[in-house]
């Protein structure tokens, strides 16, 4: 705990985190916590699973005395990530009673009302947020610390006007923490707006390259569950994920799955956020091994034992492949990104396929023999021909080209 201690953390905090198993910082850890501690306005580039929720915090946990008041407020994409803060920061604050309330839609407006009013720090979700700011039952006129996590996801989400609007309810003294897995012109332009002198923060991306197996397998698009199954067949992996970009795709793989004997659960916007918090704890506890979502489950959350990762679909922007993959691959453990990809996914591919990571360790595999199984009908989607993905792009990167098989 030596290295926690010349941060400038507090006897009460290191006592927590020694209980908690901590040792070494991580490096934003090690990079944000002096500077949080000292008031300076951040912006943070760090990936999913770096430990920013401590480098963040430190400064609301330390500064911060009870007094039933809004005092800090932290912004989070979605409602897994705005509970998972707010349970990491109970957990971190534990010795300096400070109340911690979650607030996100789809869970009751009126006990949320009730919990604001004891608290000093909030962590939620812009939308709800919002509600809340409109009926007047949220007063942000006290606020000290204001945290944008994920910066990145919020803007890609839609979120940018509903940031902006709750930013300007927020007093202009206060200190201000972004960050984002990419520092884009929109997190530049957001944060050249709404701080004071940020300092810059950097830290290494989590992922392992070293222990990180990619591959793809290029199949005719009726044919992608069938390699699925395939493969999920032969897995030995304790917990899986396996990606969709849209929550009828989710559907269409998590029900299939189950109807073939492949016990799994799915999880997407569309649940309510009571059963996507039964499906996170089921997926954690190791009840089920196959998760199937949308990337409202890649961002953010702290999901440990993940081995392989399947991307049945490959994500629209780029960054959120780089999230999906970063749930492998952590804390020195082997992991592998299986891609399957057809004809629909060559363009969105290619985008992926620009990333360093990505391209030094991708591998094309061969298509293994597999049966053709029966599956529930799969809602039509958007088809990239042949001959658009030979006009964008014959090649990926100076690698062969794909072929249909």
Do not use: W
């Not at 996100?104 to 809340?132: A, C, F, K, W």
């Not at 952590?330 to 299986?338: H, L, W």
């Amino acid at each position: 705990m030596e290295q926690f201690e010349k941060l400038g953390l507090s006897k009460d905090v290191l006592c927590v985190l020694k209980e908690a198993g901590f040792k070494t910082p991580s490096e934003i850890q090690e990079k944000t916590i002096p500077l949080a501690l000292s008031g300076k306005d951040i912006i943070g580039g760090s990936a999913t699973g770096s430990g920013k929720t401590l480098a963040f915090a430190s400064a609301i946990i330390e500064n911060l005395k009870p007094n039933k008041k809004v005092q800090a407020l932290i912004l989070t994409p979605t409602r897994e990530l705005a509970e998972q803060v707010s349970d990491s920061i109970t957990n971190f604050s534990r010795n300096k009673n400070l109340k911690i309330t979650a607030v996100y839609g789809g869970v009751n407006m009126e006990q949320q009302i009730r919990r604001i009013r004891y608290s000093d720090v909030i962590v939620g979700t812009p939308g709800r947020i919002l509600d809340h700011l409109k009926r007047r039952t949220l007063n942000l006129d006290y606020v000290k610390f204001l945290v944008l996590d994920e910066v990145d996801r919020m803007l890609d989400m839609g979120f940018s006007h509903d940031v902006e609007t709750i930013l300007h309810q927020c007093p202009r003294d206060r200190q201000t923490m972004m960050f984002s897995a990419t520092i884009s012109a929109d997190v530049e332009f957001l944060a050249k707006k709404h701080t004071k002198n940020p300092i810059k923060i950097s830290a290494e991306t989590y992922i392992d390259a070293s222990k990180l197996k990619q591959i793809y397998y290029d199949v005719q698009q009726n044919k992608k569950f069938s390699l699925l199954f395939h493969l999920l067949k032969k897995e030995s992996q304790e917990l899986i994920m396996v990606f969709c970009n849209t929550r009828r795709n989710v559907d269409f793989v998590f029900e299939n799955l189950n109807n073939k004997g492949i016990r799994a659960e799915a999880i997407h916007g569309g649940l309510s956020q009571n059963n996507r918090t039964r499906v996170l704890e089921e997926f954690k506890k190791k009840n089920v091994n196959v998760l199937v979502c949308t990337d409202v489950a890649g961002r953010g959350l702290d999901i440990k034992g993940v081995g392989n990762i399947y991307n049945y679909n490959i994500p629209k922007i780029s960054t959120d492949y780089i999230h999906r993959i970063g749930r492998t691959a952590r804390a020195g453990e082997n992991g592998k990104v299986v891609n399957i990809i057809s004809s629909e996914d060559y363009l969105f591919f290619r985008k992926v396929m620009e990333d360093e990571i990505v391209k030094e360790s991708m591998k094309a595999e061969e298509l293994p023999e597999f049966e053709i199984v029966n599956a529930r009908p799969q809602v039509r989607q958007r088809n990239f021909s042949r001959g658009n993905f030979r006009d964008n792009s014959r090649r990926f990167s100076g690698r062969r080209n794909f072929r249909r098989r």
